[in-house]
T-cell receptor, first 111, second 115 residues
Framework: KQEVTQIPAALSVPEGENLVLNCSFT??????LQWFRQDPGKGLTSLLL?????REQTSGRLNASLDKSSGRSTLYIAASQPGDSATYLC??????????FGSGTQLTVLP | EAGVAQSPRYKIIEKRQSVAFWCNPI?????LYWYQQILGQGPKLLIQ????????DSQLPKDRFSAERLKGVDSTLKIQPAKLEDSAVYLC?????????????FGPGTRLTVL
């Protein structure tokens, strides 16, 4: 059974800092990994999708990497802003077109 | 296109009461998911429908939870009776036929508080 773990559970940084969020998964037989953002009272917004054949995916100040062999992914946020404050979730697909989520990292960027 | 709609957005009930949530997926999406997200955790799949058939309900506490998607369009999730530990956000998501899991569209969720 796939298990997804995210560390840290919470992170608080001053504005402008670069930061890294970590995600690990137990079953490396995945075909992609997805990072989501969740704002309070709102649904999930997909940020980045990395296919298993890729090692990195970038969108603006966000860069996600994937190392299937070690079962790890990282989400790098450059020059953080208060608007980046949210919970970040990683998820991997399983059988029957389902997603298995990590428990998330709650990020607070202080002005 | 309109997104996934859920109602109500918030619900507060006392334990042992009943509650129902409604989800209207994106038009034409064959697959519908209900997730439970407890505070501080990631979403956990409760039930998955393809059209009006159940694909997976292995994590649905069937002694108190039920869900239906009678016409293969909108869906309701019911809890009867509710327990304190059911306090969570209930997310609905939908997926077009043939879509991959990474293209799920999520609704805003219903936040349930059980007192």
């Amino acid at each position: 059974k796939q298990e997804v773990t995210q560390i840290p559970a919470a992170l608080s940084v001053p504005e402008g800092e670069n930061l890294v969020l970590n995600c690990s998964f137990t079953d490396s037989a995945i075909y992609n990994l997805q990072w989501f953002r969740q704002d309070p009272g709102k649904g999930l917004t997909s940020l980045l999708l990395i296919q298993s054949s890729q090692r990195e995916q970038t969108s603006g100040r966000l860069n996600a990497s994937l190392d299937k062999s070690s079962g790890r992914s990282t989400l790098y946020i450059a020059a953080s802003q208060p608007g980046d404050s949210a919970t970040y979730l990683c998820a991997v697909p399983g059988s029957a077109r389902q997603l298995t989520f990590g428990s998330g990292t709650q990020l607070t960027v202080l002005p | 296109e309109a997104g996934v709609a859920q109602s109500p957005r918030y619900k507060i009930i006392e334990k042992r009461q009943s509650v129902a949530f409604w989800c209207n997926p994106i038009s034409g999406h064959a697959t519908l998911y209900w997730y439970q997200q407890i505070l501080g955790q990631g979403p956990k799949l409760l039930i998955q429908f393809q059209n009006n058939g159940v694909v997976d309900d292995s994590q649905l506490p069937k002694d108190r939870f039920s869900a239906e998607r009678l016409k293969g369009v909108d869906s309701t999730l019911k809890i009867q009776p509710a327990k304190l530990e059911d306090s969570a956000v209930y997310l609905c998501a939908s997926l077009p036929l043939g879509g991959t899991p990474d293209t799920q569209y999520f609704g805003p969720g219903t936040r349930l508080t059980v007192l």
